[in-house]
């Protein structure tokens, strides 16, 4: 499941246009917010929880915006699990036509599954069958890949493993983080007022964003989802090209300097936002000898290119046009252009380096 710092993204929406004979027949034009134009019957979403410091119970991002807007709070949903009787009981009382999901982060169950007539479809941010699982746009980010993007799949009991309606291709550079590339494929900007002025629709919402490039598949796709087409074409997934994408944990934030520099500048980019990344480096008083161990975050880095054996000594940090040069495995360099230690605000390499006055900087 996609965290929650991800989840509470910068908002954004854009306009689409339906015909009268593919989405609704009593408007031409509504505001595509979160799924399009068609208004929406419920919103099933996580249930409230501890978000801050002080363990403030919330809704989720999701629910609070529906809230915010008027939406019945009768018709969110947010069972523990999706195959809780009562919420099942209830959910079928809805008659949903379609449901589609997005980072629920929840296994949908058979019996909700058999519930809405023309199922249930998933919008996954990679090229399916590649990065099936939790967090699809940072383990492609750390593989270094140079596409990625959505698809949209009907959902199965199989991990993201359904046939693939559509697919969107998005081409990334070598320096994009996660938190920017998922600004790339996340619709985040909900703007659910002008659709939830009316609970008799034909859609239920399984959790919290919306990709920007599904939202525009999911528009186009959408005839044929209704009319039944879409699962006749809908193109099965190849098993054996499955490549799977697990829930990171913070226990993998750390860096090591034996690895090769275009790794770490990978996972520095795939693990932005949360949890990031942190080494462990040793700040020298070459004055009297004594040092400390620091643990900064590394927020930016980038491949250093010229360095040569002279340059550099094994275990030295040096400071080269304003970036730190950190002497990694196979001969390389990672340059840190920005930093930021324990209850600090991050600073360019350059605010780093004069905050150590002199003192010598190893890594570890």
């Known amino acids: 499941m996609l965290s929650s710092s991800v989840m509470i993204r910068r908002f954004c929406s854009f306009n689409v246009t339906a015909s009268s004979s593919t989405i609704t027949s009593t408007t031409k034009k509504k505001r595509l917010v979160f799924l399009g134009s068609p208004q929406i019957t419920a919103i099933v979403t996580q249930p409230p929880s501890g978000r801050d410091r002080g363990r403030k119970v919330t809704p989720s991002p999701v629910a609070q915006h529906a809230l915010d807007r008027g939406f019945p709070s009768d018709l969110i949903f947010t069972p ?29 169950p058979t019996k909700f599954l058999n519930i809405p007539s023309k199922g249930t479809v998933n919008i996954h941010p990679s090229l399916l069958p590649l990065y099936r699982g939790a967090a699809p746009v940072q383990r492609a980010l750390q593989d270094g890949v140079k596409e990625t993007g959505v698809s949209l799949a009907y959902t199965v009991r199989k991990l993201d493993a359904g046939p693939v309606i559509a697919r969107e291709r998005v081409t990334i550079d070598d320096q994009i983080k996660a938190p920017d590339l998922l600004d790339l494929l996340f619709d985040l900007d909900i703007g659910m007022s002008s659709i939830f002025q009316d609970s008799d629709s034909i859609f239920s919402i399984a959790h ?15 005839p044929s989802i209704f009319d039944g087409s879409a699962s006749g074409i ?8 499955a490549t799977l994408a697990p829930k990171i944990t913070p226990e993998e934030s750390w860096l090591s300097f034996d690895e090769d520099a275009q790794v770490l500048h990978n996972k520095v980019r795939a693990f932005a936002g949360w949890p990031g990344t942190r080494a462990r480096l040793k700040v020298i008083d070459p004055s009297n000898g004594e040092s400390s161990i620091i643990e900064p975050k590394i927020i930016t880095t980038w491949i250093y290119g010229d360095i040569r054996s002279q340059d550099i000594k094994a275990n030295d940090v040096l400071f080269s046009k304003g970036s730190l040069v950190i002497p990694c495995g196979g001969g390389t360099a990672l340059e840190v252009l920005e930093i930021q230690l324990p209850g ?21």
């Open 80 to 108: 523990v699990k999706a195959n809780e009787e009562a919420f099942l009981f209830n959910f079928k009382s809805l008659e949903p036509v379609l449901c589609v999901t997005a980072a629920y982060g929840n296994i949908l």
């Open 234 to 241: 809908a193109e099965e997934q190849d098993d054996s090209k």
């Open 208 to 222: 919290g964003l919306l990709f920007h490039s599904g939202s525009k598949l999911l528009i186009r796709e959408l």
């Open 344 to 364: 600090k605000r991050a600073v360019n390499a350059a605010a780093f380096w004069n905050g150590l006055r002199g003192q010598m900087l190893k890594k570890l």
